[in-house]
């Protein structure tokens, strides 16, 4: 049974296995929204003609509450999250759930769970998702929609043992595969996009890494993002991440590191880097440092980058000093062991 009766320890949980015993719901017809409802987590019915599972009419957001030292919780950035899922519902032409209603069901479902809330690097996962109903097959948005917030108690992605230091992966940037393509949905937050990666992500896996490096779909040049994670590189001491486009996902902790490397000093900045340069910059040493980051695994630090049949390790093999000190910086920050430079970022609970 996945759905938690009581609190797990925190190195039990591992990411996305369990839930907590509540979720919320509310439904669109007739053109409006209805009341968000605190309900029993379980299943859920719906027709099988539903648009959601032909044409893959769905968003999802992922965002984390964490326990303060006080023994209160507190969300990081959940307006960004909203925004964001704003924005995929009108690329996947469905209708934004109301954006004040948004942060307050949040806010309910997790008081409703603070008792499933652990230490570091546990927290409290919320999957809000908007689903399609309407059980009609003819290729066009249907006028019924689900939206539902689960929640789940999780701890550390890579397991427990990473509270200290980032954990370190290895990619495969690869050629042979796409995610997303210019003028599709890949800067949106649904189903497809995923879909659409899980077969590279299997092919890197077989080759021995732990995630793909997705690279622009047309001139298979520039670098975009990983399966479910963005990109860092530092070169010459400067911090880089690839300028968004249509076809990555505007990642909340991308914008936080950002944000947050420029107000402790550390030179940052968005431009298109090609894997030529990458690569090369690996081998002169300029590049010395890449990791990954999002909200699932916070900061990995990639140390080895798989290119065709090479294998080219980052710099000295370990995670770096900025990365190290970005992963400490925003995991204190999450745990209110240090203010945000920008206070707005914590809402407490
Ligand atoms: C494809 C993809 N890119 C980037 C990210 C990082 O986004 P965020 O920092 O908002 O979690 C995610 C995770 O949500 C993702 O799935």
Redesign the pocket.
């Known amino acids: 049974m996945t759905v938690l009766s009581e609190a797990l320890p925190v190195d039990k949980l591992g990411f996305g296995i369990y839930y907590g015993p509540k979720m919320l719901s509310a439904k669109y017809a007739e053109g409006k929204w209805g009341p968000l409802e605190l309900k029993n987590t379980g299943e859920i019915s719906i027709h099988p003609g539903a648009k959601t599972l032909h044409y893959a009419q769905e968003i999802f957001e992922?965002?984390k509450a964490y326990l303060q030292k006080d023994g209160s919780l507190a969300m990081f950035r959940p307006e960004?999250?909203i925004a964001?899922m704003t924005r995929s519902a009108e690329m996947l032409s469905m209708p934004p759930f109301p954006e004040a209603k948004f942060l307050e069901g949040l806010k309910s479902i997790i008081e409703a769970s603070k008792d499933f809330a652990t230490e570091a690097p546990g927290a409290l996962y919320l999957r809000p998702t908007m689903i399609c109903t309407t059980p009609s097959l003819g290729v066009a948005p249907g006028t019924e929609y689900l939206f539902y917030i689960l929640l789940c108690p999780v701890g550390g992605y890579f397991g427990s043992a990473h509270v200290e230091k980032p954990v370190e992966v290895s990619v495969l940037a690869t050629d042979e595969y796409v995610?997303a393509v210019r003028g599709g949905i890949g800067s949106a937050?649904t189903g497809g996009?995923?879909a659409a990666?899980l077969r590279a992500i299997q092919h890197a896996k077989k080759h021995g890494f732990n995630n793909v490096l997705f690279l622009d779909a047309i001139n298979q040049k520039s670098l975009e993002?990983?399966?479910?994670?963005?990109l860092f590189i530092v070169q010459n001491g400067e911090l880089q991440t690839p300028t968004l486009t249509d076809s990555?996902?505007?990642?909340?902790?991308?914008d936080?590191i950002l944000k947050l490397a420029n107000s402790m000093g550390i030179k940052a900045v968005e431009r298109t880097i090609t894997i030529d340069e990458l690569l090369e910059g690996i081998e002169n040493s300029k590049v010395e440092e890449v990791f990954a980051?999002?909200?699932?695994a916070v900061v990995s630090a990639i140390t080895e980058l798989g290119w065709k049949e090479k294998r080219f390790k980052v710099g000295n093999g370990e995670s770096g000093p900025i990365t190290q000190t970005l992963f400490q910086e925003l995991t204190n920050i999450h745990y209110g062991k240090k203010k945000a430079p920008f206070p707005e970022w914590m809402l407490k609970v």
């Open positions: 992922g965002l960004a999250n964001r995610r937050k996009n995923y990666s993002e990983l399966g479910g994670m963005n990555i996902l505007a990642g909340v902790t991308r936080s980051c999002g909200t699932a």
